[in-house]
């Protein structure tokens, strides 16, 4: 009677290792993923108690002053709105840009000079509470610092 070989040979050794590694990072990863935060999502309307500041009250709301706002995919935003009527704008993704600004009744508009397109965004107050609206559509709090 021939006598067979049970033992497994190095090359059924390295797929099973490999496979089992395989799976096992995957349920880590699935695991990882389902105790991540959900995205979080923004309005695309802003409240019913929002108010429509004129062009000049929300000039002196907004002027000389630095907001800071986190925006939709958890991109961060800083603006530095100068009584000058400059604006420098840093996103927490690298990219700057600035340009002149003013407002207009319930718009901030700027005038980028890079990247950016120039254009206005709606802009409502809740008490102190900046609101305001990107142009995808969702409406972000401007956070005084």
Do not use: H
Request: with cysteine; net charge positive.
């Amino acid at each position: 009677m021939e006598k067979l070989d049970t033992a497994p040979s190095a090359k059924t050794r390295f797929t099973v290792t490999v496979s089992l590694t395989v799976v096992k990072t995957s349920a880590m990863c699935t695991a990882a993923l389902a105790q991540s935060p959900a995205p979080a999502t923004f309005p695309t309307e802003f409240p019913a108690e929002a108010q429509t500041p004129d062009a000049k009250a929300l000039a002196e709301r907004l002027g000389g002053k630095v907001f800071k706002a986190n925006g939709p995919n958890s991109l961060g935003w800083r603006l530095d709105i100068k009584t000058s009527g400059f604006l420098f704008l840093d996103l927490s993704n690298g990219l700057r840009d600035d340009g002149p600004w003013r407002t207009e009744d319930g718009k901030l508009c700027v005038n980028y000079r890079g990247r950016i397109p120039a254009g206005c965004n709606e802009v409502r107050l809740v008490g102190d509470t900046v609101l305001l609206k990107t142009r995808a559509g969702e409406v972000v709090t401007l956070v005084q610092q």
